[in-house]
């Protein structure tokens, strides 16, 4: 089982980049929801936001994705 983690890098101007690692559907929004708000102070208007691939992964259960 491969471990599942959260990198946030930061650059030199101030912005940031949060990327989940081997999460699959949506678990990747529920694992960085807090720090995306925590980082956008306060708000969670982020429209920068990328899924990767794992996004749109299924685990063989029935995925509901919205979007």
Do not use: W
Not at 3 to 31: L, M, P, W
Not at 57 to 64: E, F, K, Q, S
Request: hydrophobic share 30%.
């Amino acid at each position: 089982m491969t471990n599942k983690h959260v990198t946030v890098t930061f650059a030199t101007d101030g912005s940031s980049v949060i990327e989940a690692h081997n999460f699959q559907g949506v678990g990747c929004k529920d694992a960085t929801k807090q720090l995306e708000v925590v980082l956008a102070g306060g708000g969670n208007d982020n429209k920068d936001t990328k899924p990767k691939p794992d996004y749109f992964a299924t685990t063989g259960n029935l995925n509901t994705h919205h979007g």
